[in-house]
């Protein structure tokens, strides 16, 4: 398992479980919701923030908000 902002661009990943619960909340009305598949879509050239596509529409996170989501990589 490993955070999602440890992937590259273009990986597939299942969102497995959120490390903080504050964050849960804002996520999961997002669209990031455990079981759900994402993919990372580009990272700025900073690394800060990262845009990824999940449940049809993309979505920009900040850093720190990625560090606390656990993914499961996939093909």
């Not at 969102?15 to 619960?21: G, L, Q, R, V, Y």
């Amino acid at each position: 398992m490993k955070r999602l902002s440890e992937l590259s661009t273009g990986s597939m990943a299942r969102i497995h479980s959120f490390e903080k619960n504050d964050l849960f909340l804002k996520l999961m009305e997002m669209g990031c919701v455990p079981g759900e598949i994402i993919r990372v879509e580009k990272i700025a050239p900073l690394g800060d923030p990262i845009s990824i596509a999940v449940a049809g529409y993309n979505l920009s996170l900040r850093l720190d908000e990625a560090e606390n989501i656990f993914v499961e990589q996939v093909n």
